[in-house]
C-alpha cells in the first residue's frame, strides 16, 4: 500500500489574490513562488464570504454560508455537536491522519460580541492546537496552548501595539501602519510558527501522516511591520491610487446605511504619501508571513518529509486596500473577493501551470479527502482542484457584518470569467422575503473595467448576458440547496438581534 501524503495547509488573513510575486513582480514571496513554481496556481479563485468567520466556517465545513447557518461575524456554532457536517480536522482525523493546528481558525467569538452565551468550546479535530491569543469564556478551545500564558509579556507587547490600530485593527491608523518595534519572532506569526516546528521536532508521530494547519492573522490590518522587511521596498514602486469619482448608481450591494460605509472613509482621509507607504507596509507583512512559511517548508524538507507533502495555500478573503477608494473586505468586489490559490506536491503533475478555472474556497474540503485517499461527500457544493472537473462560475454571497441591529437582505455574486454579476435585495431580510424591497443588480465586465466602475446591470445592450448570469445564479444556488437544504442545520444560531432555531430534522 502506497504510503499517504502528509497535508500542509498555509493560510493567511486578508491577502488579496495578487498579493504574491507570482503574480506581481513588486512583491516579494519567494516561498510562496516556489510552491507556485513546483505546482499549479489557480489564478480566479474566490471566497464564498468575504467575511472572516462565516468565510472561515464555510471552507472548513465544505459548504457555503447559506448551508452551514454562519453567514456573518455574529454567528457561530457553540457545541461541536451543533455543526451540520464533521469538519476538516475532525474528517482527517477519522482517516487516520495526526491532526496539529496553529493560528486562527475563528470558530468562536469573544465575548464582547456575545455577551452571556455559553460556548461549549473544543479543538474541532486537532489533536494538538496553538492559539495566539489568550483564553477568554467565548475562546477557548480546551486543551490548546496559548500564546498568552506561553510568553505572557511578548503578548501583551504584541496587544498593546496593535490596539494603535482601532477595532479589529482596520482604523485609519491601522492602514497608515507603523515599523514594529517587536522582533519578528515574538509577533503571534512568529510564535505560530515557532509552535509549528516544535511540534514537528518533537511531536511528530511517524507511524501516521500529517495534516498540519498554519493560518496566521497578516496581512490583516493594523499594519505593524516587524523590523527589518520595509527595507526590502522601495516607496517609488507603490504609485497613489487616489479614490475615484463617484459612481453612476453608487455602490449598491453595501449601501443602505452607515455599516456599509464603514471603510469608505479610510482611504480619502490618507494623504498620497501615506497610501503609498500603506501598499508598501501591506507588501512588507505579506513578506514576513511568507518567511514563517519558508521556516515550516525547510523543517519538512531536513525531516525528509517534504517530496511526500501535499502544500495547499489560501487565504479567508482579500482586502480592497484603495481599490474603488476604500479599504478591507465587506463586498463583493475582486480586490475583496478574490484570493490566492496555489497546491504542490503528490497528485499535482502540473509544474508552474496557471489555471484558469473558476475556483472557490468550498474546493479546498474536497481536494484534501481526495489527497487523503477519503471518499467525497456528494453534498458538497465544491470539488477536487485534481480533477479536472470545471463549473460554469464562481459563487459568493454577502449577508452583512453583523453588528447592524437587524438581519440585512443578502447579496449574491456570479463571475464567469471575464464578466461579474451581483444582485441584492436591499433592507431587512424578513421585508426582502416578503417583496417589498426592489432588486438591485450590478455588471462588471472585468476584462475591460478591472476595478469595476462601470455599472453595465441596466444597459440593453448587455440584456441577454444579464439574464444568462441570472437564470446560472438561481440554478447554481438552487442545486446546491438540493444537494444539501439549510433545514439539516441543527444548532442555535445568534441573528442579530434574536436567536433563532432552525429545523433538527435529518435530511435523509
Not at 93 to 106: D, N, P, R, S, W
Not at 218 to 228: E, I, K, Q, R, T
Not at 484 to 499: D, F, K, L, M, N
Request: proline share 7%.
Amino acid at each position: 500500500m502506497a504510503k499517504r501524503p502528509n497535508i500542509l495547509f498555509l493560510m493567511t488573513d486578508q491577502q488579496r489574490h495578487d498579493a504574491m510575486g507570482c503574480v506581481n513582480p513588486v512583491i516579494q514571496t519567494p516561498t510562496l513562488d516556489a510552491i507556485a513554481a513546483r505546482g499549479v496556481r489557480f489564478s480566479q479563485c474566490v471566497c464564498n464570504v468575504p467575511i472572516c468567520v462565516p468565510s472561515r466556517y464555510s471552507m472548513m465545513c465544505g459548504l457555503y454560508g447559506f448551508q452551514v447557518g454562519v453567514r456573518h461575524n455574529t454567528q457561530m456554532y457553540t457545541r461541536d455537536e451543533d455543526l451540520p457536517v464533521p469538519v476538516l480536522a475532525q474528517r482527517l482525523l477519522e482517516a487516520g491522519y495526526q491532526t496539529a493546528g496553529f493560528g486562527k481558525t475563528h470558530w468562536y467569538i469573544g465575548s464582547g460580541i456575545m455577551p452571556g452565551v455559553e460556548v461549549k468550546g473544543s479543538r474541532r479535530g486537532f489533536e494538538v492546537r496553538s492559539i495566539q491569543s489568550k483564553r477568554e469564556p467565548n475562546n477557548d478551545e480546551v486543551g490548546s496552548l496559548y500564546m498568552a500564558d506561553d510568553e505572557p509579556e511578548w503578548f501583551e507587547r504584541v496587544r498593546e501595539e496593535s490596539g494603535k490600530s482601532g477595532p479589529g485593527g482596520e482604523a485609519i491608523e491601522g492602514y497608515i501602519g507603523e515599523t514594529s518595534g517587536i522582533p519578528a519572532e515574538h509577533h503571534f506569526e512568529g510564535w505560530l510558527t515557532r509552535q509549528a516546528l516544535e511540534f514537528l521536532d518533537n511531536g511528530r508521530d511517524a507511524t501516521r501522516p500529517l495534516f498540519l494547519y498554519l493560518s496566521l492573522d497578516y496581512p490583516h490590518a493594523g499594519l505593524h511591520v516587524p523590523p527589518g522587511f520595509e527595507g526590502l521596498y522601495d516607496i517609488n514602486a507603490f504609485p497613489d491610487s487616489p479614490p475615484p469619482e463617484p459612481m453612476p448608481g453608487g455602490h449598491r450591494h453595501r449601501e443602505s446605511g452607515d455599516q456599509w460605509g464603514y471603510f469608505e472613509d479610510r482611504w480619502p482621509r490618507m494623504t498620497p504619501e501615506q497610501r503609498r507607504m500603506s501598499r508598501l507596509r501591506y507588501a512588507a507583512i505579506c513578506t514576513y508571513v511568507d518567511s514563517c512559511f519558508g521556516q515550516v517548508i525547510d523543517r519538512l524538507e531536513a525531516m525528509g518529509e517534504l517530496d511526500n507533502t501535499f502544500i495547499i495555500f489560501t487565504a479567508d478573503h482579500g482586502d480592497m486596500l484603495g481599490d474603488r477608494g476604500r479599504v478591507s473586505k465587506y463586498c463583493l468586489y475582486e480586490g475583496s473577493v478574490r484570493v490566492p490559490m496555489l497546491v504542490a506536491g503528490p497528485g499535482v503533475d502540473r509544474h508552474g501551470a496557471v489555471d484558469d478555472r473558476p475556483v472557490e474556497l468550498v474546493d479546498v474540503m474536497p481536494t484534501l479527502l481526495d489527497v487523503a485517499g477519503c471518499g467525497i461527500p456528494e453534498f458538497l457544493p465544491g470539488f477536487s482542484l485534481l480533477s479536472d472537473f470545471s463549473r460554469r462560475g464562481a459563487f459568493a454571497e454577502l449577508h452583512g457584518r453583523g453588528y447592524e441591529e437587524y438581519q440585512r437582505a443578502p447579496a449574491v455574486m456570479w463571475r464567469t470569467g471575464d464578466w461579474k454579476l451581483i444582485l441584492h435585495m436591499p433592507g431587512r431580510l424578513w421585508e426582502a422575503c416578503l417583496g417589498s424591497e426592489e432588486l438591485s443588480g450590478e455588471l462588471y465586465h472585468l476584462a475591460d473595467d478591472p476595478l469595476e466602475l462601470n455599472n453595465l446591470y441596466a444597459s440593453g445592450e448587455h440584456a441577454e448576458v444579464r439574464e444568462r448570469m441570472t437564470a446560472e445564479a438561481l440554478m447554481h444556488v438552487m442545486c446546491s440547496l438540493g444537494k444539501y437544504p439549510y433545514a439539516t442545520a441543527r444548532t442555535r444560531i445568534r441573528v442579530t438581534g434574536q436567536e433563532t432555531k432552525p429545523d433538527r430534522g435529518k435530511w435523509e
